[in-house]
């Protein structure tokens, strides 16, 4: 940590910058002077946003015992968590919700018989409990890393926050100088006075704060402050992709059919293949002889040229600088959609990003190339056979895909690994392909989470009030109820099916989700990205799919459990509960009648599902499972601290389902 000496009244409360924090607001100080009072203004929220997800991670996920944790209610509810060494941890809590979360309300204090200190900077709390020996299943190296992720998510998420103020503030004016009061009105608006403007990546990049779990949430290794300006969704980022050419011997492409990476996009987009061949033949190349892979600029300038530089110089990979596509950049900051007309319907494009967003270092892997027109393919058979659920129900094809493929026995398979997957890329359907009325609004699903920057309220509270408009219903709360239950009537027979009967659970979190509405009703969900999905081979070849998968794929299991966790995990309890508790923080509406709705449509798509006789016990097993009295979460804190990426770690939480065991009365 950093002390500070300034005039700044602001800064002068918060005592101390961490070495992120300080090099943040000295890049803002150099090249952004205006933002630099906006930046000490959020640094308390942005601190406090990473604090609150880990204090709730390390509760929720049982890394500190149940014995040190003391709940109090009263005028004031609260938590206690008493340490070895006799100091207690402290905070007031708003409210307690189902699976285990809680709304954080205070600052954290640690106390002891004669001081009370604030504990201002989440790894303050980090270094508190491995000095009190509670974090000891993580080694000194575990730890250190998972520090320097905490450190770099706080300064980014105050980053985040000091974006959105600024868009906030340029949007909010003009919507005023419109009267316009929601942000649904203002993207009616824009529909009609803008032709390449996309209700999409509008709602995506108003996602500011990321996953509202993860203590990693804002987290983005390996980038500066001016790249994260510069691409993150946040900030309204608009990538520019460029192009690298890879000789067709070092290139593995995949397809749903005779279309290739290459020839769709010479397709899309005029001028490309020109540049390309012109490129080539100023080295002598032809240029039938060469794939082309989008590229990311971030990566196009930071790894290209480092980690392909053999490559380029015996010209197995040339880069293409002549042509590039603007795009805007989509939740996952790596995922891009085309700046185009609506209806031209250029696909999505994947890039390979080697940051550590979240978790995970953000590249395309063989795996995903491999697997996706595979899955593609199956996906739209069996959609096709249960009629997209009377058409509510979409799952994006991702229709091709390349990556460079090293050829050399050299490598060690890390290192081959790496190549591969940094120089990969896919082309994925354009959702907004699938909007079918002028009404409709498409949005990633995390967007209902976020504050609308027009009204301040819940983009989902501005919905229910859209659907309490259409059905004249006057009860806000009445209305939430409705929202919910048609919410789960188009999206749980998708997902529950298709695990049931054909053994694929599909990775439904808000990320992944893009939700249709129109006037404030879910009418249809797409879902995007099979990199964490599970598929049981068992279930599926009984309906005659012998599907081949790249070897080693983690989505192939044998274990039915982990077919159930992927939809416990990120449909109910990631998706469902996120959106639920959201919407009784705003409306303070009663949780349990919320997920009656759930229980409802649940139990509604088991019993048609028990109705054919081939599935039969795997639907009651299924359903059995699914309203038990625990459900497993995803231990995401656990995790970065024992350093796991991929393998998937889970403790227990009470079921809000549960009640619902036996049958519905109502």
Known sequence: MT???????ELTKIKFLSDEESETLDYLKREESELEESYIKNIQAGRRGISQRLFQALIREQIIEDKRITWLTGKKNSISIKLPSGKVIHADIKKRHSLGRFDVASDLLVQDEKVSKILAHPVELLELLRKEGLLKEATAEQFHRFKLEILNGAANFTLALTGADRRKTDLSYTANLLHIQTSLEWVMYQKK???RFSPLAFYEQWVVEGHPLHPGTKTKFGVDTADVIKYSPEWGGKPQVA???????????TSIDEQSVTSLLYQEYEGLQSAVEETL???????????????????FEHTLPTLYKEEIEMKRIVPI????????????FRSLAPIQHRGKGRHHIKTAVNIQTTSAVRTVSPNSVENGPILSKIMASILEKENAFKGRFVVLQERAGAYYNPLTSSLSEEDSWTVKANLGSLLRENPENHIKEENEIPMAAAALLAESPISGKLIAAELIEELAGHYQLSDQKEAALLF???????????????????????EGHMQNSVSVFRNGELVRILLRDFGGIRILPER??????????????????????????????????????????????????????????????????????????????????DEHELFQPTIHLKALTTMRLQGEIMAYTFTQVPNPLMKWNGEIQS
């Open 3 to 9: 002390m500070i000496r300034t005039e700044n009244t």
């Open 193 to 195: 006075i803008d032709k």
């Open 243 to 253: 192009f690298a050419a890879v000789a067709k011997e070092y290139c593995r492409t």
């Open 281 to 299: 033949q100023r080295i002598g190349l032809q240029a039938d002889q060469f794939e082309v892979i989008p590229v990311h600029p971030w990566q």
């Open 321 to 332: 600088s002549s042509f590039c596509i603007p795009t805007q950049a989509l939740v996952s």
């Open 484 to 506: 919910i239950r048609k919410y789960a009537e188009t999206s749980l027979p998708g997902f529950l099916t298709l695990m049931v009967r054909y053994g694929i659970s599909l």
């Open 540 to 621: 599926l070849e009984k309906h005659g799919y012998d599907a081949k998968f790249y070897p080693g794929s983690s989505i192939v299991t044998d274990q039915e459990g982990q077919l159930r966790n992927i939809i416990s995990y990120s449909v109910i309890q990631n998706h469902f509960a996120e959106l639920i508790t959201s919407l009784v923080r705003s409306l303070e509406i009663d949780e349990d009648r919320l997920w009656e709705q759930v229980a409802i449509v649940c139990k509604d798509v088991f019993e048609d599902l028990k109705k054919d006789s081939s599935i039969t016990q795997q639907a009651e097993a």
